[in-house]
């Protein structure tokens, strides 16, 4: 049997339950299909310490607000889930949890796609991945050189310190995952080594707001796609609202003892082979730095808008820090390291999810005009373990007629065969 639903969507984060709002109040009729746990991302790939990184004022989804006594503050991880379940009970979002797409394919000359998952088929006209953008978390090649006695984790799995072994850290990558897990290991009193890359620095609060109240005020929080296209995007703003939120200050970092280094070039015989390019990483997060302050100075200048004057000290940091003098090799055992840290570096959902990237969005006029090729075939379905036949057989039995396109319901999904 296979059940016919207008519109699939794949992932019960917040883009699939944003999208089921709006397919709702259109009287869209639609499912979505969620593998784990509503917000799973939120619930076991995130650690314990990390709180929002956005002011809680800001916290809202389409038809649907965060209520808080404290919109300065930032929401812990957990609260994030909660706002996600409530936002799913407040627009009555026909989720499915506990159901994993295993593949989607596109049967020629019919406007329509079988979707399998594990615990049974579709057919649905419209197809929507919103798994979020990658899917497979992935160590680098040089994890593969590192001492075996090293423990290593990817920071989706890395939890507190108390679950690495005692000794000194290696954190790989000064994004805003490395800083919040070098800053939450050394709170616990560990050693940090940090491994510098590219960054992008800001200030928490700037003029008397949050800077994301500026960038919102701004209209760089309303930027699409192709109006910043992947290619001209610089790295993702270095911001915490761990402990209530604070500037992350790599200068600080080190005048604190945490030991900067830079790129992370090779691993050979328990040592680490650096690149000499700190001095030149910490100019280039000071710059943007100075560059978010002075648009918003130019914003305030240009408006006329009443704020709080420039701090020329917080407004121009570049250049402002000593020359941090960093090794160009470290011998991990010497050093006492006992324990790697890897940047959130994943692989694209084609590369082990099972459910193919290529054919993982499309549109009625996708599949009614020229329909993408299959990119899997029904063996990926007997990867579900279910002992009836594939789904595409039991498709196959149906007849092939001309495409049906569903029209907007308001209800709920049908099965095949019944009365329509
Ligand atoms: C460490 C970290 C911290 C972050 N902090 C913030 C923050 O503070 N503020 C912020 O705005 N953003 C933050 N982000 C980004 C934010 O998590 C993502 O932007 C957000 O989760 C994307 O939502 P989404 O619905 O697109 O995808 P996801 O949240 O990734 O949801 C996708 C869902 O699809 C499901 N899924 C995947 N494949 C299948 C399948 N084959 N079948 C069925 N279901 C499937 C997954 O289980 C998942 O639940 C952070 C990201 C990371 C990594």
Redesign the pocket.
Known sequence: MVEAVETVV????????ALSYHLGRLGREHVV??????????RS???DS?????PSWSIRLPGHAYETDDPEGFAPRDE?VRFLERYREVIRAPVRTG????TVTARPGRARFLVE?DGGCLETANVVA????Y?APVLPAAAAAMPSTLFQVH??RYRNPGALPPGAVLVVGSG??GCQIAEDLVAAGRHVYLSVGRHARMPRRYRGHDIFWWLDLIGRLDQTVDDRPPSKRGPNPLVT?AGGGHDIDLRRYAADGMVLLGHLRGVHSGKLALAPDLDAELARGDEAFAAVTAMVDEHVLKTGLDALPADPIRAAPAGRGPRIDAPHELDLAAAGVTSVVWP?AIAP?SAG???PSSTSAASPSTAAGSPPAPASTSSACRGSGSSSPPCSAAWARTPNTSPRISRPRARGPRRLGSAS
């Open positions: 794949v992932g019960g984060g917040q883009a699939g339950l299909l969620e593998r784990q746990r509503l917000a799973e991302r939120w790939e995130r650690w990390l709180a929002f990184q956005f994030v159901v994993r797409v295993l998952t919103a798994t979020g953008p899917q920071s989706s805003a995952s609202g959130p959902t999810s099972g459910f």
